[in-house]
């Protein structure tokens, strides 16, 4: 029990239990059915991904504003080029442009000095606007042959009933995991977040970490897309608007700490979860979407303190 308390996913975990005793009281028949269930997990295991990667920027004491629009923006790439370079190659070039976007407001951040809010902020204006310019407001399906490719049904399709993104997020997570806690990076990673000038003095180069971390942050966002689209060749310009906020309240409320150095890979997705899992649950009751938006921002302040009060408990400096 003691070290349930000192995992930093403790609040999430305590959350999600909370959620499904009201969901199960106030709308048993209509939650625990199989359709719903289905669409949960396979929405949530989307939003974990781009809040996996909003995780590990926040770990290092920064934010990532723009995971929305390079959701969308890797996705419209990936279906936009599929007729020229077929599936694979789509792909290639889709993940490079997340990387290059990753590492281009990574660059700023570290070498310009600039606050990671107003970097990322110019990113998700910047790589919308992208979006608008390349397209003219119009995007393509994907063709009969390419959703019929082996590629896009490994990333889209399902396994034994289960869809293809929750093993990808369960195989991601359990790989970012390992990272985070059993490598000199993830080491580097936390310790750049907890005090930056304690991990310069014993020769961590946290501009490498912190440009890493962005750049992780907007492939995960792109592969996300991608697996949207493999799943649902349907899009528009406006894909992944607004993603950015469930994203980084899925990381707050799965124990990150906006100042840094402290967070859980499993609190992460289960973080993303209970955004999705109320989301769709407000649907369902009828609810006006406004009550969604006022219950994310709720969520994410009592997140926000009951992480704090978390971390002094186990003696954490925040």
Not at 107 to 124: F, H, N, Q, R, W
Request: hydrophobic share 55%.
């Amino acid at each position: 029990m003691k070290y349930l308390v000192r995992s930093q996913g403790f609040g999430a975990t305590i959350g999600v239990i909370a959620m499904l005793a009201v969901f199960t009281v106030i709308d048993f028949s209509g939650w625990w059915t199989v359709q719903t269930l289905s669409n949960v997990t396979q929405f949530t295991a989307i939003l974990a991904l781009v809040a996996l990667g909003q995780a590990l920027v926040i770990m290092t004491k920064e934010i990532d504003l723009s995971v929305g629009s390079i959701y969308g923006l890797t996705g419209v790439a990936f279906i936009t080029l599929e007729p020229s370079l077929g599936v694979p190659g789509s792909l290639v070039v889709a993940l490079l442009i997340a990387a290059a976007a990753g590492f281009i407001q990574g660059t700023a951040v570290v070498k310009g000095e600039l606050p990671s809010m107003i970097v990322t902020l110019g990113g998700l204006f910047a790589a919308r606007g992208i979006i608008y310019v390349w397209t003219g407001g119009s995007v393509h399906n994907f063709s009969p042959d390419a959703r019929t490719h082996a590629l896009t049904r490994l990333l889209g399709g399902e396994l034994f009933g289960i869809s293809a993104a929750i093993y990808w997020v369960a195989i991601i997570s359990v790989l970012l995991a390992i990272m985070l806690w059993g490598t000199r990076f993830g080491n580097r990673l936390l310790a750049t977040g907890g005090s930056r000038e304690s991990a310069e003095s014993r020769g961590v180069r946290t501009d490498r970490v912190k440009t890493a971390a962005f750049v992780l942050c907007s492939l995960l966002a792109g592969f996300a897309g991608i697996l949207t689209l493999c799943n649902q060749p349907q899009t528009h310009v406006t894909l992944g608007e607004n993603m950015e906020l469930e994203a980084i309240s899925a990381a707050v409320i799965g124990g990150c700490l906006l100042t840094g150095g402290r967070g859980s890979i499993l609190g992460v997705v289960l973080g993303a979860l209970i955004v999705v899992s109320f989301r769709y649950e407000l649907i369902a009751l009828g609810a006006p979407s406004s009550w969604y938006i006022t219950f994310v921002g709720a969520v994410l302040i009592v997140a926000v303190i009951f992480n704090q009060k978390l971390a002094r408990f186990v003696g954490h400096s925040v």
